[in-house]
Nanobody, 124 residues
Framework: QVQLVESGGGLVQAGGSLRLSCAASGRTFSSYDMGWFRQVPGKEREFVAAITWYASNTYYLDSVKGRFTISRDNDKNTVYLQMNNLRPEDTAVYYC?????????????????WGQGTQVTVSS
């Protein structure tokens, strides 16, 4: 069982930066793949980025490549999402998620553990 708590959201102007953090409980954090998803009202939850437990391989939504960076610190049981050059279309509630497995997954229903979400608002 993993419990996740996100932080770091807020209001920022277009072109600005934010760093989201996701703190995980449990001793097996290092064995979980971690993902960030986002959701706006009326739309489905969308994959943003993921990082594997093994070798910390990373994967990104095309529209955030080169602007967002996912990383993890297994000693601190924390995964991060550094978001640079933010755009108004990045506005959403951002969720951290965890799953165990051997193959990266991009759909929300593949992740059994979720945080409560943190709001990111980018003004134009």
């Amino acid at each position: 069982q993993v419990q996740l708590v996100e932080s770091g959201g807020g209001l920022v102007q277009a072109g600005g930066s934010l760093r989201l953090s996701c703190a995980a409980s449990g001793r097996t954090f290092s064995s979980y793949d971690m993902g960030w998803f986002r959701q706006v009202p009326g739309k489905e939850r969308e994959f943003v980025a993921a990082i594997t437990w093994y070798a910390s391989n990373t994967y990104y939504l095309d529209s955030v490549k080169g602007r967002f960076t996912i990383s993890r610190d297994n000693d601190k049981n924390t995964v991060y999402l550094q978001m640079n050059n933010l755009r108004p279309e990045d506005t959403a509630v951002y969720y951290c998620a965890a799953r165990s497995g051997t193959t990266i997954r991009y759909t929300p229903d593949e992740y059994p553990y979720w945080g409560q979400g943190t709001q990111v608002t980018v003004s134009s």
